[in-house]
């Protein structure tokens, strides 16, 4: 199968409303063009600044794409992540956050954002804990002059069975609007599901999926 054949199958797989990003990591700008010529995907995805960098340049005539980032950042490059990212899937502390907002506004650009949430306790990731959360939701309620807190992102940890992949998205569904519910920020984004996992993700509310090796065959 080719890209094209692989992404008409993933949108067979989910409903309409679902926003599929492409995640471009592996691959090469030439790719991108290409996935965007064959198919109506205009969301790609980064984990990488410095990657982005090089690539975007070469595909500045598609001016229709919007560049998600969705990789640990660093808060050296906060600023050039502001600059080049619409949306930042991957913010994962309140000091962070404090910075990006304070950026997006001196630069008077306006992002969307998602808070990174761990569904389940794994060391390897990054991200707040669900209790970390929402004790801070107060001072994370706060960051929104340039910033719009959009909702949450999670990242599975590997090797669950589906109904654990289930139980642990419906963990951060539920967080999303209980959060919704007690506070002036509305979660309406649900950042959830990867190549491994988006068919439970989407059956329990994702609204972005964020996929590579099922698009580009890695
Ligand atoms: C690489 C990556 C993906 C895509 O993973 P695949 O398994 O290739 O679909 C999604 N989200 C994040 C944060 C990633 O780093």
Partial sequence: MNIAERVAQVYSQIP??????????QVDAQQIRQTYNQTKIRDFAENRLQSALEKKPMLQDLSDICWHFI???????????IQEFEWIHSVDNLALLQQLDKIALQNNLQRSICLQVKALSDPN??????????Q????????????????????????L??????????????LAKSLSASSTVTLDQLSMGMSGDYREAVACGATMIRLGQAIYSL
């Fill in 71 to 81: 990789g640990h950042l660093q808060s050296n490059k906060a600023k050039k992540v």
């Fill in 136 to 159: 801070e939701f107060a001072e994370i309620e706060k960051c929104q002059k340039s910033l719009s807190i959009r909702g949450l992102m999670t990242i599975l940890p590997i090797g």
């Fill in 125 to 134: 990731k990054f991200g707040w804990t669900i209790s970390q959360l929402q």
């Fill in 16 to 25: 309409a409303n679902v926003r599929l990003i492409a995640v471009t990591k």
């Fill in 161 to 174: 069975s589906s109904e654990q992949k289930i139980a642990a998205f419906s963990t951060i569904r539920d």
